[in-house]
Every structure is written in C-alpha cells, then in structure tokens.
C-alpha cells in the first residue's frame, strides 16, 4: 500500500515537471489586414504634394537669396560713391591782362598772288604797355579747323605787329608762315581767326 502511493506521488511530480518545461503556446498572428493598393496611392499622392511644396519653397528662398544680393551690391556701390571725392571743376581763367592786350588787328584775306594767294596774313599787335613773349601760342582757322601756327619764342613789345603768312617770310614782321600750299582765307565766306595762349586759353579772335 506504502508502495503504490509513492508510485502515485512520483508520478504527479513528474507530471509537474513536464508541464512547467513544455513549451508556450504560440501566439496567433495578427489579423490586422494589409494597407491597401488605395492606401498606398494616397500616401503617395501625399509625399509627391509635400516634396512640390518644398521645392516650390526653395525656388523663393532662391529668388530672395538673389534680390538680397542684389541690393547688397547696389549698396556697396553707392558707398563707393560717397567714399570717392567729387572731381574737381575746371573753371578756365581769363587770360591775364598782358595776354589780353595781344589782340588779332587785321586779316589781309585776298592775296595777291594768283591762285594760292600765299602773301595772306594774320596781323597780331600788342596794345598793351608790357612786352609778351608769344612761345607756344597758337594762331588757328576755326572756321575750317584747321591750319594752325604754333609760335616760337618770340618777345613781341608794346606796340609792335607781327604778321603769321600763308606760305612767305617776311622778316621785317617776324618770318612767320604757314607753309600752306593754297589759300587760307576765304574770299567769299568770312572764315574766323583765333588766337590762343600758352595754355590753350582764347586771347583773341577777329573776322572780316
């Protein structure tokens, strides 16, 4: 009898046992169903809207990026300006009164010789009361522009003439010339002469 009710405890023991080591039961899978293909377009349709969106943004912040730049630089151009001193004005000086006393007194503009008429001439006086050294001045047809006769140094007194030829040499009133080939002076429309100084400044200018 003590025999078999030990048997029996043994047994339930090892029946124990084994229930504790068998394995757990495995779960069932879920039976949440799959997204659908209506599903998934609309997602899609979603993230293709959003990447528009976000390129559309970048286009603008790309706009604004360029017009910031912009004005940046038409700033930095106009402190350029305000740094760069103004250019000064060139206000020409009237000629000093001894300059303005040497005045173009006569124009002898139908010569004598045939055709090229190089006796014409220019006569230049001094009417002031100070001698005037007429270096680098310049005796100009401004109604043709052209020739013209630069001076060499040459001291002209008070009161004393000079004559500027188209093509002789007169020593007796200066030996200037032209060394022009044909005439000068028109016979027909009155040309003007024009007298300038040593710095390029009109003292005198006469027609006929």
């Known amino acids: ?19 504790a080591c068998a394995p757990a039961p495995t779960p069932e899978p879920s039976s ?15 993230i293709t809207a959003l990447e528009e969106e976000l390129s559309a943004k970048e286009a603008t912040i790309d706009a604004l990026q360029q017009e910031i730049q912009e ?27 001894k300059a303005a ?19 014409e001439y220019v006569e230049i006086t001094n009417l002031g009361d100070q001698p005037q050294d ?9 109604s043709d522009g052209q020739p013209s006769f630069t001076f060499p140094s040459h001291i002209l007194a008070p009161g004393e003439s ?12 200066g030996g200037f010339s ?7 002076w028109s016979n027909s429309e009155p040309d003007i002469a024009a007298l300038y100084d040593s710095q390029g400044e009109e003292v005198s200018r006469k027609s006929y």
Not at 6 to 16: D, K, R
């Open 178 to 184: 032209f060394e022009c080939s044909q005439a000068i």
């Open 134 to 142: 007429l270096g680098d001045w310049v005796l100009k047809d401004i």
């Open 71 to 97: 004005k940046q630089n038409k700033i930095e151009q106009l402190e350029r300006a305000l740094e760069k001193p103004p250019e000064p004005v060139h206000i020409p000086a009237p000629p000093s009164e």
């Open 32 to 46: 949440t169903p799959a997204p659908t293909e209506d599903l998934a377009a609309e997602l899609q349709s979603r």
């Open 162 to 173: 000079i004559r500027v030829y188209t093509n002789e040499y007169h020593p007796e009133w």
């Open 101 to 119: 006393n040497i005045q173009i007194t006569y124009i002898f503009y139908d010569g004598l010789v045939t055709r090229v008429e190089s006796d």
């Open 1 to 19: 009898m003590r025999k078999t009710l030990i048997i029996a405890v043994l047994l339930v023991t090892a029946l124990l046992v084994l229930g």
